[in-house]
């Protein structure tokens, strides 16, 4: 009978992506309307979101979306925070309290608690990018503060 040894290499196990820091993603409308009677600019029309991961686990999300029609301006306002983990290229993110608020057309401000839908995503951070794809495929990039 013969005795075979079997070794076992260790082999560098691949890094997870350190998306510690604040990151943000956003656009503005170029074109900013005019209440032809007044003069009055009506402000633009724009959206940014921003993570914060934080080193203990934790993070808060938060976001701004603004719809300028006519004489009307929308806003929607988003601030979440809970805990978020990594295992190899995946990043959940579980909410544990978070409110929305709207606002249609100056009017007064409704404000609801957000749901607390667990969510996964591949994540991938090149240098100051770090993109999130869900489970869908879509994707966005979002750049470090």
Do not use: H
């Not at 082999?11 to 900013?32: C, K, M, N």
């Not at 999300?61 to 306002?77: D, E, I, K, P, R």
């Amino acid at each position: 009978m013969r005795l075979y040894t079997l070794l076992l290499l260790a082999l560098p196990l691949a890094a997870q992506p350190d998306v510690t820091g604040e990151w943000y993603t956003g656009r503005i409308s170029t074109i900013q309307r005019q209440n032809t009677v007044t003069g009055q600019l009506a402000p633009p029309s724009g959206n940014n979101m921003t993570y914060k991961f934080l080193p203990d686990g934790t993070y808060q999300q938060y976001g701004l979306m603004q719809f300028v029609y006519s004489a009307c301006t929308n806003s929607y306002f988003m601030n979440i925070t809970g805990r978020y983990t990594i295992q190899g290229d995946e990043l959940t993110i579980t909410p544990t309290d978070g409110t929305f608020e709207s606002r249609t057309c100056g009017g007064a401000p409704v404000r609801k608690p957000t749901t607390k839908t667990v969510s996964t995503f591949k994540v991938k951070v090149s240098g100051d990018e770090l993109t999130l794809t869900d489970a869908k495929g879509a994707s966005s990039t979002y750049r470090r503060k």
